[in-house]
């Protein structure tokens, strides 16, 4: 199991930028698969972003492929999710997520997670 505390969130116009951070606590976190999902007031959770354990793999939901990017240093137990070009459409709560999901299709949804963190809040105003 590992704790998670995301930073970063803040209200920033469109076209701005943002990164969040996501820190985690534990000895395990370079074995976990980390991901960022959002979730908008009365919205279901969504898929964002996700990094393997070793940092080599990406994934990106569609609407935001191009514009953010997920990093992680293990050796800070921190994983990072830059946002560049910010719309109105990506304001959310911003959840950092570790999991060991069992395939990659997993790495999509909420269930191939098994930790989380409070979340972020994100407000990008027009």
């Known amino acids: 199991q590992v704790q998670l505390v995301e930073s970063g969130g803040g209200l920033v116009q469109a076209g701005d930028s943002l990164r969040l951070t996501c820190a985690a606590s534990g000895r395990t976190f370079s074995s976990y698969v980390m991901g960022w999902f959002r979730q908008a007031p009365g919205k279901e959770r969504w898929f964002v972003a996700a990094i393997s354990w070793s940092g080599s793999n990406t994934y990106y939901a569609d609407s935001v492929k191009g514009r953010f990017t997920i990093s992680r240093d293990n050796a800070k137990n921190t994983v990072y999710l830059q946002m560049n070009s910010l719309q109105p459409e990506d304001t959310a709560l911003y959840l950092c997520?570790?999991?060991?999901?069992?395939?990659?299709?997993?790495?999509?949804?909420?269930?191939?997670?098994?930790?989380w963190g409070q979340g972020t809040q994100v407000t990008v105003s027009s």
């Open positions: 997520a570790a999991g060991r999901p069992k395939s990659s299709g997993n790495y999509y949804v909420s269930g191939g997670y098994s930790d």
